[in-house]
């Protein structure tokens, strides 16, 4: 069968990556793409924008695609589900009102407060006045949120009142974030530690892929402002055996039933942002209705199933005679991003040092191919994933791999993994 994989960034390429290794498949369309797909023997690029429905549409009847994975945001909250299915098309993503879950903070807060699913006490305001007393009355530090899609940078963490009162302004008044600024989600803080958690979903049942950590804040010892994410490893050891079974049964099914209850039968990915306290309990910090990034791509690295299976069971609501099986190996992924991000960054620059040896898989993010040239394109470069028997080995990979890599500008983290690792030195 041929695959078709919406999306441009590392996310998509992972996805790709592990699609075109099922023997069910024989082409895996990416659109539009990035660098690093288009130089993949085994993936095509295609010059078509995630938005522009009908032209994929059209690609896919033309190609005769038996299944389209979408990787972004934008489009589950648009409806690319709906419009892929009014031209008969098999489409794994959810419906545009099942992704108001991630479209809208407030539609999630109130959807898990309904449904009885463990949440941060919070308001949703319009008006900064209000807004800002409410902050004050959570202590700090609190949680500032815009309430649509900001590409996973719509969050401040205010450790004061004036930080709390700046963000508020900024996104209210239509400064930081425009139209998804429009209003806010003012949060109480959950101490603990965070982990990713991910499922696929087809509207009755669902599989469990395995546990991640990511690293959101852009500077070492998780300082500086949030990112879309500056690596991640997977499995989360905080996801003990007894948390991955609390958090199906107080998070997912739950989340599951309520939005069968509303009529939403949700196909797809799920990924639940969790918060841990020290005693175990997992707390709905944000949903997703896709695979995180750069969660995915230290997943993928681990996963031994057959990624194109299971999504076409999930499209056919055959889920149940399905399973997931991961290497027991540790994985890692460090992002390399470009000078100025998440603010203004470089684009443009060389890049050299891929064609070296190396241990460590590569995904692509911002770049492109510019005449021949592999060149930085986007704030989030490429992601450098590796394997190893601990954390500490797959991370010491990786950064050994990462020398190779070379463009002006470059920057990432030096300590991911960093918490996996001081529990694997206890």
Request: net charge negative; aromatic share 8%.
């Amino acid at each position: 069968m041929k695959i078709l994989v919406v999306g441009s960034g590392g996310r998509e390429h992972a996805l790709a990556w592990k699609l075109a290794q099922s023997p069910r498949v024989r082409q895996v369309f990416v659109a539009p793409g990035n660098g690093g797909t288009a130089l993949a023997e085994d993936l095509r690029n295609v010059p078509i924008e995630v938005m522009d429905f009908k032209g994929l549409a059209e690609f896919a009847l033309g190609e005769d695609i038996a299944l389209t994975i979408v990787g972004p945001e934008a489009p589950l909250v648009e409806g690319i589900q709906a419009y892929f299915s009014s031209q008969g098309l098999a489409c794994l993503a959810p419906t545009a009102e099942a992704a108001q879950l991630e479209g809208s903070k407030s539609y999630a807060k109130d959807f898990l407060k309904r449904n009885a699913i463990p949440t941060a006490e919070s308001e949703t305001f319009t008006e900064i006045y209000p807004a800002q007393q409410f902050a004050r009355g959570l202590g700090l530090p609190v949680v500032i949120k815009a309430d649509g899609l900001a590409a996973g940078k719509g969050v401040v963490v205010a450790q004061s009142e004036d930080e709390a009162d700046q963000a508020i302004q900024d996104m209210l008044s239509g400064n930081a974030f425009g139209e998804a600024g429009s209003k806010v989600v003012v949060e109480a803080f959950l101490p603990g530690e965070e982990a990713s958690f991910i499922v696929l979903a087809d509207g009755e049942d669902y599989l469990v892929f395995a546990s991640s950590q990511d690293h959101k804040a852009i500077y070492d010892g998780d300082q500086g402002p949030n990112t879309g994410g500056m690596g991640a490893y997977s499995p989360a050891p905080v996801v003990t055996d007894e948390v991955r079974q609390r958090v199906c049964e107080k998070i997912i099914a739950p989340t599951l039933a309520g939005l069968t209850k509303v009529g939403i039968r949700y196909t797809g990915f799920l990924y639940a942002g969790l918060m841990i306290d020290e005693d175990g309990n997992p707390r709905v910090i944000e949903f997703n209705c896709r695979f995180g990034d750069p969660e995915t791509q230290p997943i993928m690295l681990r996963l031994e199933s057959d990624l194109a299976e299971v999504c076409l069971a999930a499209v056919e609501h055959r889920l149940k005679d399905q399973q997931l099986i991961f290497t027991e190996e540790p994985a890692l992924a460090v992002v390399v991003a470009s000078a100025g991000y998440p603010q203004r960054y470089e684009t443009g620059a060389l890049i050299t040092g891929l064609d070296e040896p190396r241990q460590s898989e590569v995904f692509h993010a911002g770049t492109a191919l510019v005449e021949g040239e592999l060149r930085v394109s986007g704030g989030r470069v490429v992601a450098l994933v590796a394997k190893g028997a601990s954390v500490s080995e797959a991370q010491a990979q990786v950064y050994r791999d990462l020398k190779q890599l070379q463009f002006a500008g470059r920057y990432f983290r030096t300590d991911i993994g960093y918490r996996a690792i001081a529990r694997e030195q206890h």
